[in-house]
């Protein structure tokens, strides 16, 4: 039961995505009813090859990582491959959002931004804040292993990415909002898009390492357990372990289907 029920949470994280491709679906729709203009359109083109170009290079830098690796524990690093690359495709969608080019349209006179809630719901970001938060606790509670390679890696990629996210919600959040017209709809489509790609990407670095953290404090305890009531604490890191993994997973895959560039083609209505 206790395993059970410490997988509940991932399960939520899984509902809460689902529930955020409705909001998708609609700022495309809204996108959709407006009309055509060329300068919509040149912005939707500028930023979707920012996007690809940052991304390639998000390739290129977990290629690197990989050639890396073998270098250093040649055939013992097959097991890193995947990981390496992950990182660097996740580094490149954080980079790709947080150094988007600012739009060329009117802002609103006075000044006028979006609240947090309109671009990401509130439960998503702060689930991503308190994965690197426990990633960090978990990190600090192995404080013997602190220095080795691998606690420090899992726990310094986390952070970074979290950083970068903050900053592209940050610039999101601080950016006013365009003057009245057909601007507005594809300006919250990118502020959604941005939100909601940073926050999975950060999400992704955050989980499968806290799950990894959980696993092997389950296994450093698990050899100092003597008594059968102490027992229970290496079943419930494990079950967390398990649980921050598949939420990952789970993050991972809605993450691909957000990386579909905001698109504009002829209104629905016309």
């Not at 990401?120 to 702060?126: A, C, D, H, Q, Y």
């Not at 600090?140 to 420090?152: C, E, K, R, T």
């Not at 999400?203 to 806290?210: E, F, G, N, Q």
């Given at each position: 039961?206790?395993?059970?029920?410490?997988?509940?949470?991932?399960?939520?994280?899984?509902?809460?995505?689902?529930?955020?491709?409705?909001?998708?679906?609609?700022?495309?729709?809204?996108?959709?009813?407006?009309?055509?203009?060329?300068?919509?359109?040149?912005?939707?083109?500028?930023?979707?090859?920012?996007?690809?170009?940052?991304?390639?290079?998000?390739?290129?830098?977990?290629?690197?990582?990989?050639?890396?690796?073998?270098?250093?524990?040649?055939?013992?690093?097959?097991?890193?491959?995947?990981?390496?690359?992950?990182?660097?495709?996740?580094?490149?969608?954080?980079?790709?959002?947080?150094?988007?080019?600012?739009?060329?349209?009117?802002?609103?006179?006075?000044?006028?931004?979006?609240?947090?809630?309109?671009q990401?719901?509130?439960?998503?970001?702060?689930t991503?804040?308190?994965?690197?938060?426990?990633?960090?606790?978990?990190a600090?509670?192995?404080?013997?292993?602190?220095?080795?390679?691998?606690?420090?890696t899992?726990?310094?990629?986390?952070?970074?990415?979290?950083?970068?996210?903050?900053?592209?919600?940050?610039?999101?959040?601080?950016?006013?909002?365009?003057?009245?017209?057909?601007?507005?709809?594809?300006?919250?489509?990118?502020?959604?898009?941005?939100?909601?790609?940073?926050?999975?990407?950060?999400?992704?670095?955050?989980?499968?390492?806290?799950?990894?953290?959980?696993?092997?404090?389950?296994?450093?305890?698990g050899?100092?357990?003597?008594?059968?009531?102490?027992?229970?604490?290496?079943?419930?890191?494990?079950?967390?372990?398990?649980?921050?993994?598949?939420?990952?997973?789970?993050?991972?895959?809605?993450?691909?289907?957000?990386?579909?560039?905001?698109?504009?083609?002829s209104?629905?209505?016309?």
């Open positions: 039961m206790l395993f059970i029920a410490l997988m509940v949470p991932a399960a939520m994280l899984a509902r809460g995505w689902s529930l955020a491709s409705g909001r998708r679906a609609v700022a495309s729709a809204g996108v959709e009813f407006v009309p055509v203009t060329p300068e919509a359109t040149a912005q939707l083109a500028r930023q979707a090859t920012h996007a690809h170009r940052v991304r390639l290079l998000g390739l290129l830098l977990g290629l690197a990582l990989v050639v890396s690796t073998v270098v250093l524990f040649a055939e013992a690093s097959v097991f890193l491959w995947v990981p390496a690359l992950a990182v660097g495709l996740l580094a490149g969608v954080l980079l790709a959002e947080a150094t988007r080019p600012r739009p060329r349209w009117a802002t609103a006179s006075p000044a006028r931004r979006p609240r947090r809630s309109e990401i719901s509130l439960w998503l970001l702060w991503m804040r308190a994965a690197v938060a426990g990633v960090v606790l978990t600090l509670l192995q404080v013997d292993d602190l220095a080795s390679p691998v606690v420090a899992a726990t310094a990629v986390p952070l970074a990415g979290w950083l970068l996210a903050e900053a592209a919600l940050l610039r999101v959040w601080l950016r006013p909002l365009p003057a009245e017209g057909a601007d507005v709809p594809v300006d919250e489509a990118q502020r959604t898009w941005t939100a909601h790609l940073s926050v999975a990407a950060a999400s992704v670095l955050a989980l499968l390492p806290l799950g990894a953290l959980l696993l092997r404090a389950a296994i450093d305890l050899d100092q357990v003597t008594s059968d009531g102490a027992g229970l604490l290496p079943v419930a890191l494990v079950a967390g372990g398990f649980s921050a993994i598949i939420a990952g997973l789970v993050v991972a895959g809605f993450l691909v289907t957000w990386l579909r560039p905001v698109r504009q083609a209104p629905a209505l016309a």
